[in-house]
């Protein structure tokens, strides 16, 4: 056996899954297709990860949010959601310890580099990169993983970490529900001449949704969702006609704007996967539940998945017994498929009654929003799905 658990993908969910397991007597290989370059020294991606309380709480506790720069981190203090052309807002703001932040935004890139520069040295990780996982079987008394490079690895576990499409979903034989939304979302950081004063802005106008995350300063990561090929004509402006553009967009409601960084175009397809463990494989992150990211819970749920893994497969190992066993991971699928549904259909729900464009749903979002402005439950609800961050 070359390792008790091997985890395909060292993205964010599958490194925070090993720094999770980590330090419990477990050996630990995490196996990923890009080079050890990449994972060590990320680009940028142009995704702001929105992280919640509970995020924070889980990097704290992995020894991760410490490494964060406090310059690269960008506290939020109030999110906003417009609903087109209408005078009615919706406003979240929070109290409580950390007074007025409702969460913080913190980069893909340094969530990733930080991720790995935590677990690199571990004696009990052993990372293999630069090589893909071709085949996967699972049986009774072990996992085997089959890599493009010949070599096969023996575990009493495999974790799919593998993203939404996830191959290793596939070589289990595991269904997921796949929906290509044919929209595109297109991300990048701009400079602006006014100040964000630290508000999250959603906006769901007509045939476009936009977003303004604030950054530190004058910055904010622009987030601009259209139909696939308008998002690639924008993503390919010359930066001079793309500022004008987005500046139009936006309303000019932070003034002039100017691109600072690269583009990134993220064509948009929610997966839900019909079972989130298998005999001795487990999915977690992306594989699991493929977020539409307007919500920004993706890595939210996929750290909160990992650690609910790691929890599981720590228990059963305490007790001596086989850390691949049945059991604990039948415990992990319900408590996180208990995590995700409502947050994964709310989102979808709201996604498709905010960018339908007949008279029924205009009017159906209209009274969503002045509901949720009244009632404090809906607006409850409505928070928990827009702006749990
Ligand atoms: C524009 C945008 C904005 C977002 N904003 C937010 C936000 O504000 N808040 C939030 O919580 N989430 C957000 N998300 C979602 C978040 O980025 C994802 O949920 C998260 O990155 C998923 O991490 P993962 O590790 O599951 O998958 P990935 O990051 O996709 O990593 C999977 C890894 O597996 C590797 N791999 C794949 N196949 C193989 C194979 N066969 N063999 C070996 N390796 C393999 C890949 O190379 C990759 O490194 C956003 C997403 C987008 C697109």
């Known amino acids: 056996m070359e390792a008790d658990i091997v985890i395909v993908g060292g993205g964010p969910a ?26 060590a020294d990320p680009p940028f991606d142009g995704r702001e990860i929105a992280l919640t309380r509970r995020s924070k709480r889980i990097l704290d506790e992995l020894c991760v949010w410490q490494r964060f720069p406090a310059t690269e981190v960008a ?39 930080e991720l790995y520069d935590a677990v690199v040295a571990r004696p009990d990780i052993q990372i293999l990169a630069d090589t893909e996982v071709v085949a996967v079987r699972s049986g009774a008394r ?11 690895l023996r575990s009493r576990l495999v974790v799919a970490a593998d993203s939404r499409m996830s191959p290793v979903r596939n070589m289990l034989g595991i269904d997921a529900q796949i929906h290509h939304t044919g929209r595109s ?31 530190n300063g004058r910055t904010s990561s622009a987030v ?31 003034g002039e704007m100017r691109l600072i960084s690269t583009r990134h175009a993220y064509p948009l397809a929610v997966t839900w996967s019909h079972r989130f463990v298998a005999q001795r494989a487990a999915l977690v992150g992306d594989a699991a539940v493929g977020m539409h990211p307007v919500t920004a819970h993706g890595f939210n749920l996929g750290l909160l998945g990992a650690n609910g893994l790691a929890r599981e497969i720590l228990r059963t190992a305490s007790q001596a017994a ?8 039948r415990r992990y699928e319900l408590l996180h498929k208990l995590a995700c549904r409502p947050i994964y259909d709310g989102t979808n729900g709201i996604v498709g009654l905010f960018t339908r464009e007949d008279p029924v749903s205009r009017v159906a979002r209209s009274a969503l929003l002045r509901a949720a402005r009244r009632l404090p439950i809906a607006q409850r609800s409505v928070a928990m799905l827009l702006a749990r961050r």
């Open 224 to 254: 601009v969702t259209l139909p696939s090929r308008e998002a690639e004509r924008l993503a390919g402006l010359d930066p001079e006609a793309f500022n004008g553009e987005m500046g139009r967009r936006f309303g000019w409601r932070l």
């Open 75 to 113: 506290p939020l203090r109030r999110a906003e959601v417009l609903n087109g052309a209408s005078p009615v807002t919706l406003a979240f703001e929070r109290g409580g310890r950390i007074e007025g932040v409702l969460g913080w935004l913190v980069s893909n890139q340094r969530i990733r580099r």
């Open 14 to 39: 599958g490194l925070s899954l090993a720094a999770s397991l980590s330090g419990n007597g477990l050996a630990i290989t995490v196996v990923e297709r890009l080079a050890l370059e990449n994972l």
């Open 185 to 215: 979302m297109l991300v990048c950081r701009m400079e602006h001449e006014r100040d964000h004063r630290r508000v999250a802005t959603e906006w769901f106008d007509h045939h476009q949704t936009l977003a303004l995350l604030p950054l």
């Open 142 to 152: 072990q996992a085997e993983v089959g890599l493009a490079d010949g070599r096969t």
């Open 322 to 329: 086989d850390p691949g066993s049945t059991r604990g991971l």
